[in-house]
């Protein structure tokens, strides 16, 4: 049985300096809101594996994504 590799990549969250101490929290909350998000997805919409793993990915990245574009003007560096 072969299988394939799944070129799955979550985009990291890279929160200004001043906001390293919440980095962890934030991590946190949003992965448990990709979590609800996708099992609620999955149980009402019965999503296959790959369709699950893709939302997965798009709802982090796109939250992950946009928490980085607010907070990058916010640091001391660009200030």
């Given at each position: 049985?072969?299988?394939?590799?799944?070129?799955?990549?979550?985009?990291?969250?890279?929160?200004?300096?001043?906001?390293?101490?919440?980095?962890?929290?934030?991590?946190?909350?949003?992965?448990?809101?990709?979590?609800?998000?996708?099992?609620?997805?999955?149980?009402?919409?019965?999503?296959?594996?790959?369709?699950?793993?893709?939302?997965?990915?798009?709802?982090?990245?796109?939250l992950?994504?946009?928490?980085?574009?607010?907070?990058?003007?916010?640091?001391?560096?660009?200030?």
């Amino acid at each position: 049985m072969a299988t394939c590799e799944n070129g799955t990549s979550f985009q990291s969250l890279e929160l200004p300096v001043e906001f390293a101490d919440l980095e962890g929290l934030v991590h946190a909350d949003l992965r448990a809101i990709v979590g609800m998000l996708t099992q609620r997805a999955h149980e009402r919409l019965i999503l296959t594996r790959r369709e699950f793993s893709e939302l997965q990915q798009s709802l982090w990245n796109r939250l992950a994504g946009a928490i980085n574009e607010v907070m990058e003007p916010l640091s001391s560096d660009l200030r």
